[in-house]
């Protein structure tokens, strides 16, 4: 590289300092009021119960978020201004929601939470130089195939899907840390292989085509992914990891042929599924029409839709509504306790926070100094804002109901910390291509 | 009372929320328009640097060449992305045992010409020295392909630099 001009030329944009983030501060100072308001209210209305557990927490938590936020400006980190707030507040509803709905998984979703923040800490401090990542792409291939496949020998089983290993002390599950590393391999792959699969090497027709050597490890990477995912039965994960297959693939050759082939590919898995699989058929019988199912397997859909529908716009008030009724609500339908409590505003803020979310991400993306980085900045984010749409879809019946958790909302300690590793990644992103973001 | 005040606690939570999206939207909209400050000027450069593109035209001329099918001084107009390879997809075909069949590209963008290796087996030299990402080619730069040399030429510079 000592002749030529090299490829990222430094930004000039070095005005606006990073030593202060003020505006990082404020927003963190709201949130900590939101959670502190969400907490006195539940302590006020059932002190018994609650003791001074809710406050607590949430206090801690709040503290731990600045904590964060003076670190990082004491480093003089210059990562996204706005991602972390963002998180704070999605990170806050869920602990309130925890608390409100059982005590029991509000502790238990704390110390997640912390732990959740420690690795945020690590991550950007650890891996601000990413890009070594790159190197390792084969390997993370075959690391993400080992954990997937593990849970199918030693798993257990919950709702429906068998991912999940059994620690004793606790469990853990496998797929939520192996999109990390399936966004980072795709990253690495891609832009190396860029060019080829934009140019195309053979002509089909109209259509160029890349040769079998740039397509095929996709392809199986793909292929087992999801048929492991299948086998599985964890059918919201195989979707999340496919759309972001296709969103990276696109991103990165721009070609809008390789999206309508994904899509007839996912259109032909879908109904071939839809013919062997009966567990494939009873969610989509359920989400057609779950009336007829009430008393059965239509039950969970059912009260979710009348939690949302009882909301109104400005909902019943936090502790007022009677989100107990729905299964799993401390997980997977905690988007329909918050829309009851909540109501319409409090719902649509949730979506509108995740969409600040994808767009500050987006802008990494188009930031970011080379193509591994700019790719690994879009899957993730694709990663995060897929997830996200394909819960709240399905517990508002969008979408046949599908077994993901709403990111950093909902219970569960491995989906937190890979949430938490996932942010760390994006802000290391864009500590290193802009000061200005 | 105590019921009032944890009604208006109760719609605080809410409010609050609000408020919340209401900051980070204002706070968001001040980040766009620092961006647009900035977007007009390099609009501007974009389109300056076109007309560089459109005016000067650039070719590559073998220099040294261990492949019977190119010989010193052949020359390949850039007019478009090219790939250089081994296969007969290739722009340039180099038939040479050291060269990938997918082995380099040279391709222009924002006015400039760049040279990127593909990720080839034994690697794209710009005057000796290897190309491990895309790098922009000056006049008179010295590429190497296997046992192929080619000089890159701006035109717009040829003038003074040859003959």
Known sequence: MSTGVQYAAPHLNTSRSAKGRPMERNLLFLAALYMLAGMTTLYLDAPGILAYQAPAAGLTVAAAFLLVHLYWKASGYKGDRFLLSITAVLVSTGLVFLFRLDPDYGMRQFIWILIGLGSLVLTTRLLVDFRFLSDYKYIYALVGLIILILPIFFGKEQGGAKSWLDFGLFQFQPSEFVKILVVLFLASFLSENKAVLTAGTRSLGWISLPGLQEWAPLVVMWGISLLLLVFQRDLGTALIYFGTFLAMVYAATARIFYVLFGLGLFVSGASVSYLLFGHVRERVLIWLNPWPFIDGIGYQITQSLFAIGSGGILGAGLNQGYPGYIPVVHSDLIFSAICEELGLLGGAGMIILFMFFVFRGTKIALHARDEFAALAAAGLTALLGLQAFIIIAGVTKLLPLTGVTLPFISYGGSSLVANFILLGLLLNISHESDDSL | ?163
Not at chain 2, 127 to 132: F, H, K, Q, S, T
Request: glycine share 8%; aromatic share 10%; with cysteine.
């Open chain 2, 1 to 163: 009372m105590f019921s009032f005040v944890l009604l208006i606690l109760r719609y605080a939570f809410l409010a609050l929320l609000c408020i919340f999206i209401i900051k980070l939207v204002k706070w968001m909209f001040c980040d766009l328009a620092n961006d647009k400050a900035l977007l007009p000027d390099s609009h501007r450069k974009l389109s300056e640097t076109k007309d560089v593109k459109e005016t000067a035209g650039a070719r590559l001329s073998v220099v040294k060449s261990s492949s019977p099918d190119l010989n010193c001084g052949d020359a390949f107009e850039i007019d478009k992305d090219i790939v250089l390879g081994r296969t007969g997809s290739s722009d340039i075909v180099i038939r040479d045992t050291f060269t990938s069949s997918k082995h380099a590209r040279v391709f222009i963008k924002t006015g400039h010409y760049w040279l990127e290796d593909l990720g080839s087996t034994n690697g794209t030299f710009l005057n000796e020295v290897l190309v491990e990402q895309p790098v922009i080619l000056a006049d008179g730069d010295m590429i190497r392909v296997g046992g192929v040399t080619f000089q890159f030429v701006r035109c717009g510079h040829e003038m003074g630099v040859h003959n």
